[in-house]
């Protein structure tokens, strides 16, 4: 059934077209092996990082915990593979500085079965025992943020949650994970839906996916009518809305929806909205019934300098260097971007491990490369292309001339710097080349700094 | 390759972090995006001269060498006035963005095609030195460089500004040749009789200023022609009208330019013309002859167009190319000169900081005066 259109409001304004680029979306998600060492950073979400439960030396099993915390803003680990702790101690972490990480060395012939968990009948849960339940597995937003889940599904005591949005729109160039989860495991993430439901009290859910994606939305459609009956949950919606970057923000995802603006500075919640990410639902339908951890995820790995392009499901912890060589890219000079290429981040070094929060490892070559490096920064000369594309309905050409005055706080205080949240819109339009993004990092890092 | 993890193993930081870093480095760190859309500044600037290419060559066929040169002089002061005020304050230079090629171009369009050379070398000079340089160069001028040195050749040197002449297309008989163009752009002998004309607007003035009716003027046998093929008396952008046109919609199917500016300044002027055509016929000129003479088309597509010197948002856009529009009719009503484009584009450009500052878009999330927007039911 689709959705009825009152539902439907303005897409959100501005935004940009930037070429899909998805090599993947037609192929099925694959297995990474093992690779011979594993690393779990502790921190590798928003929060504190959790302490670990583990000794080096010590044998665990894939699925195993190996790091606990008993901080509402953070997640347990698990162990991603059957082996030994060989270390703990400080690794490279993809943010730069070197975090306090678990090592473990994997059994040769371990497989990738998940051997631990901790069955839970859910069926009578109370709302409390399925966000514990959501915590015990580490789960956090798989889209990107690595926020909690647990903390995402819970809804303060003076707000009430009617909708729950799934986020469905993968709108980076390039990545194709959430695609492919939503085409193949369509069945768990129904079941997922169910618990966030139950979990904050939604009654309705709207799946939003971006229309370049058409197979998915069938096959959730498929889904919610195989699962229609079974339970008395509310609806399920699947919903298309036109591809435009970046659809993906929770923000843009709520305005192209249903037309309704979050207040800046507000939550979803505070309008009775939860969004979560479509992979972070379907992770939550196949780990919550048996109780086991998150250990893997799906990572998109591609790129014009990857040989074997692919969607694999990973153990969390494989090391960079590892999955650039399953996946053929070879040493040269090249970028390696963990994520998409409109907000991903750039790898300093191969040393560091696929960690929850890693939606794709995008790979350039030496010759892209060379053609960016190539770019010239010409002043801006006011085209007024960046106030066209920011779809917060910031000035950013008016924000990058302050910025080069170091004019820090009037960005802050009268351009409400704080409102921009580095979509790389305006960056990606500048006929001028203006690091425009990175200026308004920067000042941001400034402004937080003399906040303090 | 080294082997997988092989890198950093076992090997603690302790301060002591290699100056390349740890273990296998992983290519360049840039931040994101890491993806462009291509526009760039030589593009754009690049894709408004392939847009005033045919009514540039249509202008040089019909006003013949003397207007080759003459265009060929201003752009060229244009470039050694930029490289010579880039070397003087020891910048980078940036003749390859094409700006000061554009700034020449238009300022070209603009004079009349017989006009002395020095004519164009002045003017060309002060648009880059005073119009742009002297304000910091690319991006950083409050006012149209072109129409600055417009405005000051029409105040300085008003006869050699206004002498125009008809047409004598390449080939024609009394068409100059490349020498003799030559003389006329460098010489500036007397213009003969025969060629000697006024534009149209100028016209239409000179004859209001003796009481004249204008309806009757313009059906007089004297009134320089006026049609919209362009076969008459005027700067190259005043003839080329209809191929400037063609052009500036290229621009806007291009996504060059938007086309709320180019509707804003022909509606601005379009409106006021038809509605004081309509009350006195003898008294004002009809909105058809307004948006075909002088600079109207020029000025609506290239020139208050010009990214720098206009504001960014749509509403701002629409405001200033209105206000663009109706000075320019009141100019060429009620002002002493003929043409008021120029004036008009200038006066506007000084407001455009105040209009950015009025009409920004309204921040999502927050209402017109940049407070959070009301939770429902607070």
Redesign the interface.
């Known amino acids: 059934m689709r959705l009825l259109s009152y539902f439907r409001g303005e897409a959100?304004?501005r935004g940009?077209h930037?070429p899909s680029c998805k090599l993947t979306a037609a192929t099925p998600i694959r297995r990474m092996p093992f690779?011979?060492?594993l690393?779990v950073p502790l921190s590798q979400h928003i929060g504190k990082p959790p302490r670990p439960i583990v000794q080096v030396g010590q044998e665990v099993v894939r699925g195993q915990p190996i790091a606990r915390t008993d901080d509402w803003l953070s997640v347990p680990h698990h162990a991603p593979a059957t082996g030994v702790v060989e270390?703990i101690?400080?690794?490279?972490s993809a943010r730069g500085p070197?975090t306090q990480s678990i090592v473990i060395r994997v059994h040769p012939g371990a497989t990738q079965e998940d051997l631990w968990g901790e069955p839970r009948d859910l069926s009578g849960a109370t709302p409390q025992d399925i966000l514990q339940a959501v915590w015990d597995t580490g789960m956090v937003g798989l889209g990107g943020a690595a926020f909690p889940s647990h903390a995402k599904l819970s809804v303060p005591k003076q707000a009430k949650v009617h909708t729950l949005v799934v986020n469905g729109c993968e709108c980076e160039?390039y990545l194709t994970c959430d695609h492919r989860v939503m085409v193949e495991e369509a069945d768990p993430l129904i079941v997922g839906i169910r618990y966030a439901m139950r979990a904050t009290g939604a009654v309705r859910t709207i799946v939003g996916v971006e229309d370049n994606k058409p197979d998915a939305v069938a096959a959730i459609q498929a889904a919610i009518d195989r699962a229609r009956g079974t339970t008395t949950e509310g609806d399920i919606f699947v919903e298309a809305v036109p591809t435009k970057y970046p659809q993906g923000s929770e923000?843009m995802l709520i305005?192209a929806l249903f037309g309704v603006?979050?207040?800046?500075?507000?939550l979803p919640v505070?309008?009775g909205m939860v969004v979560n990410n479509v992979g972070t639902l379907a992770a939550l339908g196949r780990l919550l019934p048996s109780g086991r951890g998150l250990t893997e995820r799906v990572v998109t790995v591609t790129g014009p300098g990857v040989a074997r392009p692919g969607d694999y499901r990973m153990p969390l912890g494989t090391?960079?260097?590892?999955v650039l060589?399953y996946a053929g890219a070879p040493?040269d000079?090249?970028?390696?971007?963990l994520?998409g290429?409109?907000?991903?981040?750039?790898?300093?070094?191969?040393?560091v491990p696929i960690t929850k929060g890693v939606s794709g490892v995008?790979v350039?070559k030496g010759d892209d490369?060379a053609h960016?490096?190539g770019?010239r920064t010409?002043?801006?000369?006011?085209?007024?292309?960046c106030?066209?594309s920011?779809?917060?309905?910031?000035?950013p050409?008016?924000l990058g001339m302050l910025a080069a005055k170091r004019e820090y706080e009037t960005m802050g205080g009268?351009y409400?710097l704080g409102?921009c949240f580095?979509c790389?819109c305006c960056?990606?339009?500048?006929?001028?080349?203006i690091?425009l993004?990175?200026q308004f990092?920067i000042a941001k890092q400034v402004l937080r700094e003399r906040a303090v | 390759m080294s082997p997988p993890n092989g890198g950093g193993m076992g090997r603690t930081p302790e301060g002591a972090v290699p100056a390349e870093g740890p273990g296998v480095p992983a290519g360049a760190v840039l931040p994101s995006p890491h993806a462009h859309g291509g526009a760039s500044v030589s593009r754009t600037m690049g894709l408004v001269m392939a847009a005033l290419a045919p009514a540039t060559l249509f202008g040089f066929w019909m006003f013949g060498w003397p207007a080759v040169h003459l265009f060929m002089m201003t752009l060229a002061a244009c470039v050694l006035a930029e490289y010579g005020c880039q070397r003087l304050m020891g910048r980078r230079s940036s003749l390859g963005d094409g700006s000061a090629v554009l700034t020449g171009w238009l300022l070209a369009l603009s004079l009349p095609p017989w006009a002395p050379g020095w004519i164009g070398v002045l003017g060309g000079a002060i648009a880059i030195v005073v119009g742009k340089q002297v304000f910091g160069g690319l991006g950083q001028n409050p006012f149209n460089p072109a129409m600055v040195a417009r405005v000051v050749l029409l105040v300085s040197f008003p006869v050699a500004m206004t002498q125009w002449v008809v047409p004598v297309p390449m080939g024609s008989p009394g068409a100059p040749d490349f020498v003799h163009g030559l003389q006329i752009t460098l010489a500036a002998p007397p213009l003969p009789d025969a060629i000697a004309s006024a534009s149209l607007l100028g016209h239409a003035k000179t004859e209001l200023s003796r009481g004249a009716d204008l309806a009757q003027v313009l059906g007089a046998a004297a009134t320089p022609p006026h049609d919209w093929t362009g076969l008459r008396p005027g700067s190259l952008g005043e003839t080329g009208a209809l191929l400037l046109l063609a052009g500036g919609l290229f621009l806007v199917f291009a996504g060059v330019i938007g086309w709320h500016l180019p509707a804003a300044v022909l509606l601005g002027l379009a409106v006021p013309a038809l509605v004081g055509h309509a009350l006195a016929p003898a008294r004002f000129l009809p909105a058809d002859l307004h948006l075909v003479s002088g600079a109207t088309v020029l000025g609506a597509f290239f020139i208050a167009t010009d990214y720098v010197t206009s504001p960014n948002t749509t509403a701002g856009q629409w405001l200033f190319g209105l206000g663009i529009g109706v000075l320019t009719w009141i100019i060429r009503s009620f002002g002493g000169y003929p043409e008021g484009m120029a004036f008009a584009v200038l006066l506007m450009n000084a407001l455009v900081p105040a209009i950015d500052r009025w009409l920004r878009p309204r921040i999502l999330g927050r209402d017109r005066a940049g407070r959070p927007l009301a939770l429902p039911g607070d």
């Not at chain 1, 101690?89 to 490279?92: A, M």
């Not at chain 1, 090391?319 to 590892?322: A, G, Q, R, W």
């Not at chain 1, 000079?333 to 971007?337: F, H, K, L």
């Open positions: 959100f304004q940009i930037p690779a011979p060492r690393t270390a101690d400080l690794r490279p070197w160039p923000k305005m603006e979050v207040p800046s500075g507000g505070q309008l090391p960079l260097s590892f060589e040493a000079s090249r970028q390696v971007i994520g290429p409109m907000m991903g981040q750039s790898a300093a070094t191969l040393d995008l350039f490369l960016r490096e770019l010409f002043p801006c000369i006011k085209c007024g292309e106030v066209e920011c779809p917060m309905g910031l000035n050409s008016q009268q409400h409102d580095e790389g960056t990606y339009v500048c006929p001028s080349n690091p993004v990175q990092r």
